[in-house]
């Protein structure tokens, strides 16, 4: 950790008059991403040839959103914040930190009492914990002047609450008791050009940020996708969760977003750094982050459709490069021969990477 440089983690560009920083909170190194999916097995291994023979995945990040627009200053996802090195992010799914977020806005000129709100995505541990710290036995809010937000389902209808011990009444229990919690439901504006929009699935509350400035367009879209394998297969979803929600969650954003080639950035997306700038990654389209081999970046609507067909067709082609001695992750291979078929595509130099899963969830919440 002590020898990353701010540009290892952290990114940054405009979004019309808006400025959106990417800041990767830590690197999961053990997702087990074939036992995870609700889909055939053997297919997913097809689709996934970098997994190992366990069907676990390394190289993905906890990428949060810093959002400047207006007088107002918008964390999305705070990150998982001080661990305990016993529990299950650590033990069972590898997490290793970055510096972290709070040195990510800082690096940006960022300190916590200058953030004014907090949206949670959704309610699992990954997404919320790092909203609150404990200080003398109790919880506090990180950012102290900030209102923090979450979908009613996540919070009203969430059992973990009745648990005291759990993370969801422990960590956003402690911002509720301080009447520092907001709870929306529907299309909800947070503030002019940011709206939290419902895209239940991954649980019942769980909501994507729509960020829209003078014209430009970007979306923060928790976990809604996990993989490339579910944008090639909307149709695959993580086990215990609500499938017909997420199916019709990613329809109605694709729909919405498709006609205007709107920026989409799911936050695991590998780690960012120099020592592996190509894992993952290809020359195609627009995409959120500076252009740099050390900075992943987000991907339009037009990548993603591009992506979910050459997906489809390289994956006999990644199995056979995989199985000479030359793997590569199937949508690396994909693309990258579909990006040099087109030129409009190919014209671009930033690099694409896969969209590795988040951290497992027991039942609809995980705590």
């Avoid at 990954?126 to 923090?148: C, E, I, K, N, T």
């Avoid at 919690?181 to 991954?202: F, K, N, Q, R």
């Avoid at 050390?294 to 056979?320: C, D, K, N, Q, Y």
Wanted: hydrophobic share 40%; charged share 20%.
């Amino acid at each position: 950790m002590s020898t990353q440089t701010t540009e290892d983690y952290v990114a940054t560009r405009r979004i019309g008059d808006a400025t959106v920083t990417l800041i990767n909170d830590g690197v999961f190194d053990a997702i087990p991403l074939i036992p995870w999916m609700d889909a055939p097995a053997d297919a997913v291994r097809r689709a996934v040839p970098e997994a190992d023979a366990s069907g676990a995945i390394g190289q993905s990040g906890m990428i949060v959103a810093h959002v400047r627009i207006g007088h107002a200053s918008i964390l999305i996802d705070p990150g998982v914040g001080e661990l305990d090195p016993q529990a299950g992010l650590v033990t069972d799914l590898k997490l290793r930190r970055t510096p972290g977020v709070q040195a990510g806005l800082a690096a940006v000129g960022i300190q916590p009492e200058q953030i004014t709100h907090v949206l949670i995505t959704h309610a699992h541990d990954d997404h919320f914990l790092g909203a609150s710290v404990r200080r003398d036995g109790q919880y506090l809010p990180r950012y102290p002047q900030a209102r923090y937000v979450i979908g009613r389902a996540d919070w009203a209808g969430n059992p973990a609450r009745e648990d005291p011990d759990s993370a969801v009444a422990l960590h956003l229990g402690a911002l509720d008791r301080l009447g520092l919690l907001d709870v929306v439901e529907g299309d909800a504006e947070i503030v002019p050009g940011v709206t939290m929009i419902p895209a239940p699935g991954e649980s019942p509350g769980h909501a994507i940020v729509h960020v829209a400035s003078a014209g430009d367009h970007f979306y923060y879209l928790g976990d809604l996708f996990h993989h490339t394998c579910e944008v090639a297969h909307l149709d695959w979803v993580m086990t215990q969760r609500d499938t017909p929600a997420m199916i019709a969650s990613r329809q109605r954003l694709l729909a919405d977003a498709v006609p205007r080639d709107h920026g989409l950035h799911p936050p695991h997306l590998p780690r960012l750094g120099p020592h592996r700038p190509h894992r993952g990654g290809v020359s195609l389209g627009r995409c959120l982050t500076r252009r740099t081999a050390s900075a992943p970046p987000g991907l339009t609507v037009r990548t993603v459709l591009a992506w979910s067909l050459l997906a489809r067709i390289g994956e006999v082609r990644a199995r056979r490069d995989h199985a000479s001695g030359h793997a590569r992750d199937s949508r690396t291979a994909a693309i990258t021969r579909g990006a040099r078929m087109s030129p409009r595509f190919g014209a671009s130099r930033t690099r694409l990477p896969f969209l590795p899963m988040a951290a497992p969830c027991r039942g609809r919440y995980r705590n």
